[in-house]
Nanobody, 115 residues
Framework: QVQLVESGGGLEQPGGSLKLSCAASGAIVSGYTMGWFRQAPGKQRELVARITAGGRTNYADSVKGRFTISRDNAKNTVYLQMNGLKPEDTAVYYC?????????WGKGTLVTVSS
């Protein structure tokens, strides 16, 4: 059974930075496009960044220039470096295959941006 475990969230002030990690177990994800999704209170889950097996990246306009997705295939882990955080980035962040989620969703990691 595939497990996706997200970590690294927390409370950060506007303008601050956080780095999220997503560790996959039960399957090798190096051959798949992986993405970071987020779901804010009262809103639908949205894809904010994705990275192909070859390392090509793509970002939602709302995070472009501030967020960087990366992956370490040896560790079966995907990362999201978030800089210049804004209050509107507040959400629970999840990882999965992208753009369509192939695996069950993990618990996510909560990011709260507030002064």
């Amino acid at each position: 059974q595939v497990q996706l475990v997200e970590s690294g969230g927390g409370l950060e002030q506007p303008g601050g930075s956080l780095k999220l990690s997503c560790a996959a177990s039960g399957a090798i994800v190096s051959g798949y496009t992986m993405g970071w999704f987020r779901q804010a209170p009262g809103k639908q889950r949205e894809l904010v960044a994705r990275i192909t097996a070859g390392g090509r990246t793509n970002y939602a306009d709302s995070v472009k220039g501030r967020f960087t997705i990366s992956r370490d295939n040896a560790k079966n882990t995907v990362y999201l470096q978030m800089n210049g955080l804004k209050p509107e980035d507040t959400a629970v962040y999840y990882c999965n295959t992208a753009p369509s989620a192939m695996y069950s969703w993990g618990k996510g990691t909560l990011v709260t941006v507030s002064s």
